[in-house]
């Protein structure tokens, strides 16, 4: 019989899953038994469920900041996965709940508020999403990634443990990346990433400037589900992929710059890799400016350029990729010097003391 019992949730991008993953590793070295709740259809099923995690989805609605007709209908679904994920805890009994954000989120952790079983919540980037919101006053602790991070956090409840790192993304071979893309020669690598669900300013970038940027490097491009084009295809030192998630590790250990969003998640696996990037933030006409916050913390600390969207379409993506390799050495510097650890063992360290402080 295990030790303790994990329930973890978060869903509707890989941001908000990633985290969790990062975790399960260590947990499981402490004999935690771990199970998950997100939304039935999410994209979070197939990734939880390929790590032989059990899972359970529940209904949810989405959380927008903006008018939408189902802005109306939304809060009955909520109420609906309050009453699921109250048959899910009242069934598991789980000692306590991790949970990482996202819409999916805020029926459970009022559901174990409700069931008085403690909640520790992660928050990625500078200001709490609107999911953590909602959800903080039922938490017993929110974790922060950045230190500015804690002004925005009350009742005391913020705990500064950064962002915890996959152990996987550390362990990637140089070979094997540049292997899974045919790459031969000695160019230097430029992968471009958007997240999971891709960018359309990179994706652009990349695919107007491809026959200029391929004089001197090769380029891995991750351009989200739906967004390969199949007339570059067989293009020499051009690999394209939707998502990747086993080869990632790989990848990202071969190349030698990244040019990505500025998601909190990603940004500081960067910084554990000491890979000089180029950081272009989601606007704020797409998002609440969290990413800009991050891109421009990062550039501040002198671990990444930052570039905005609507710099970028002055500038242009050619001119910025070469003022990236001219910083690299002060860049991989300023990284050496980081005192931003691994946030994996405080985080462990949060929710084994909530759990045993409950128990006495």
């Known amino acids: 019989m295990s030790k303790y019992k994990i329930i973890m949730t978060g869903g509707g991008t890989a941001g908000h899953v990633t985290p969790n993953l990062a975790l399960v590793p ?15 259809d999410g994209m979070e099923k197939d990734i939880i469920k390929k790590e032989g995690i059990p899972y359970y989805g529940i209904s949810s609605g989405k959380l927008r900041r ?10 009955f679904k909520v109420a609906k996965g309050v009453a699921q994920a109250l048959r899910i805890l009242g ?5 306590i709940i991790f949970s990482k954000g996202g819409f999916v989120t805020v029926p459970v952790v009022i559901a174990a508020s ?13 200001t709490p999403g609107l999911a953590n919101k909602l959800a903080s006053p039922f938490c017993d602790k929110l974790c922060v990634t950045f230190r500015e991070s804690l002004k925005h ?32 020669d000695d160019k230097d690598i430029i992968l471009a990433m958007g997240g999971s669900l891709g960018a359309k300013v ?10 200029e940027l391929l004089k001197d490097n090769n380029i891995i491009h991750i351009c989200g589900k739906g967004n390969l084009d199949k007339n570059l295809e067989g293009i020499n ?17 071969a190349a030698d710059y990244i040019i990505s969003r500025a998601g909190a998640n990603s940004i500081f696996e960067f910084l554990a890799l000491r890979k000089p990037t180029l950081l272009i933030p989601l606007s704020r006409n797409q998002s609440r ?15 990444a350029l930052a570039v905005e969207e609507e710099e970028l379409a002055q500038t242009g993506l050619v001119k910025n990729v070469l003022m990236l390799k001219n910083s690299k050495q002060n860049l991989i510097d300023s990284m050496n010097k980081s005192n931003m650890n691994d946030g994996v063992k405080e985080i462990i360290r949060v929710i084994t003391s909530t759990i045993e402080s409950k128990r006495k």
Not at 26 to 40: H, M, P, V
Not at 116 to 122: D, G, L, Q, W
Not at 159 to 178: A, D, V
Not at 202 to 207: F, P, S, Y
């Open 237 to 253: 030192g051009y690999k394209q992929f939707e998502y990747v998630r086993e080869e990632l590790p790989n990848l990202m250990q």
């Open 202 to 211: 990179i994706n652009d970038g990349i695919r107007e400037n491809l026959q």
């Open 153 to 184: 956090v009350k009742n005391n409840k913020g705990i500064l443990t950064g962002s915890p790192i996959r152990r996987e993304i550390l362990k990637g071979s140089k070979i094997l990346g540049k292997e899974a893309c045919g790459f031969k």
């Open 91 to 95: 069934k598991e009994k789980p000692d």
């Open 289 to 303: 400016g969290d990413q800009i916050l991050n891109a421009n913390s990062f550039k501040k600390e002198g671990f």
């Open 114 to 126: 409700i069931k008085k079983i403690p909640v520790i919540a992660h928050e990625s980037d500078m």
């Open 66 to 75: 903006y008018f939408d007709i189902k802005n109306f209908t939304d809060p």
């Open 26 to 40: 260590a947990l499981k070295e402490l004999d935690f038994e771990i199970k998950y709740i997100g939304s039935k």
